[in-house]
Nanobody, 124 residues
């Protein structure tokens, strides 16, 4: 059974950093792209970043470019999201998701597996 487990969320002051982890199991990790999404109360789910675990190709949403870094450790079946210079507007539940990689970064509807999410709260 495919499973994604996020960890690393918490409470941090504005300007601080957090590193989220997404541990995957139950599927062939290096055949998938892993994406990070976030959802704040009353808002739609937003794509944050994505990585192809086989090619290392990455994508960042405009609101996080230059502040967040995604990486993959294929030996550990884990994707990380390093979040620096955090802002109060980064406050949300962060989810990771997996989509079978078909040579391009996936659209939202192509993600097959989702984690349960981890809360990130940035205080001002």
């Amino acid at each position: 059974e495919a499973q994604l487990v996020e960890s690393g969320g918490g409470l941090v002051q504005a300007g601080g950093s957090l590193r989220l982890s997404c541990a995957a199991s139950g599927f062939t990790f290096d055949r998938y792209a892993i994406g990070w999404f976030r959802q704040a109360p009353g808002k739609e789910r937003e794509g944050v970043s994505c990585i192809s675990t086989s090619r290392g190709t990455t994508y960042y949403g405009d609101s996080v470019k230059g502040r967040f870094t995604i990486s993959s450790d294929n030996a550990k079946n884990t994707v990380y999201l390093q979040m620096d210079s955090l802002k109060p507007e980064d406050t949300a539940v962060y989810y990771c998701a997996a989509a079978y990689f078909v040579g391009r970064l996936p659209t939202y509807y192509e993600y097959d597996y989702w984690g349960q999410g981890t809360q990130v709260t940035v205080s001002s």
